[in-house]
């Protein structure tokens, strides 16, 4: 069989699951615009739109295993825009006043949490060690997806059941989802420092043997 010849940084940032981030990436600022208009009509826009972005997230990666276009500008953009996605629409939710002080906090939490850990493997990358996301890390991702979502739609809506009807607070189910991920960022958050000391002390203990 033969090898799959190297491709270069410009012809990976072409190929069709990178542009598909790329469009993701793109997607943010409207996902944000139609936000801005706060109407019932403009914020049930922002969630189709954001649902877009859910689904050009997994059909990119897997475009990218079945086309065997697995690259490195891609294993960097891919986290990348699911990260900008969520800080962002966290952030301007946050600005537009839709969260209340606890919501903020969290908020400022998850920000502080991502910065962190990006910068923990970042580190870790130039040691050598390879972080990667745990059942925690990933746990929390699909808990914020869900609690943007909802907390995007806000409004209460009637839920009709044939003989009764419910009233479902969306906004409020999506802090308490928010609040939920929030345990998991820090859980895993732990997790990484575990795992970046473990790594490095291995490293170490590897080091001194060969001396």
Known sequence: MAKKPKSTIRQDAINLPNMLTFLRI????VVLWLM???????????????ILT???DALDGWLARKMNLISVLGKFLDPLADKLLVMATLVFMAYLGRLPMLGVVAVIIMVGREMSVTALRTI????GVVMAAGRSGKDKTALQMAAILLLIL???????????SVTADLGEV???LLYLSL??????????VALFVD???????????DD
Do not use: C
Request: proline share 5%; glycine share 6%.
């Open 26 to 29: 793109g997607m943010i600022p």
């Open 36 to 50: 801005h208009d706060g109407t019932p009509r403009a914020n049930f826009w922002a969630a189709i739109v954001y």
């Open 54 to 56: 859910a689904v050009t």
């Open 124 to 127: 870790a990358m130039s040691e």
């Open 154 to 164: 806000q409004h209460p809506y009637e839920v009709n059941f044939f003989f009764t």
């Open 174 to 176: 999506g802090l308490w």
């Open 183 to 192: 345990i998991f960022a820090i859980t895993s958050a732990g997790e990484y």
């Open 199 to 209: 790594a490095v002390e291995a490293k170490e203990q590897r080091l001194a043997d």
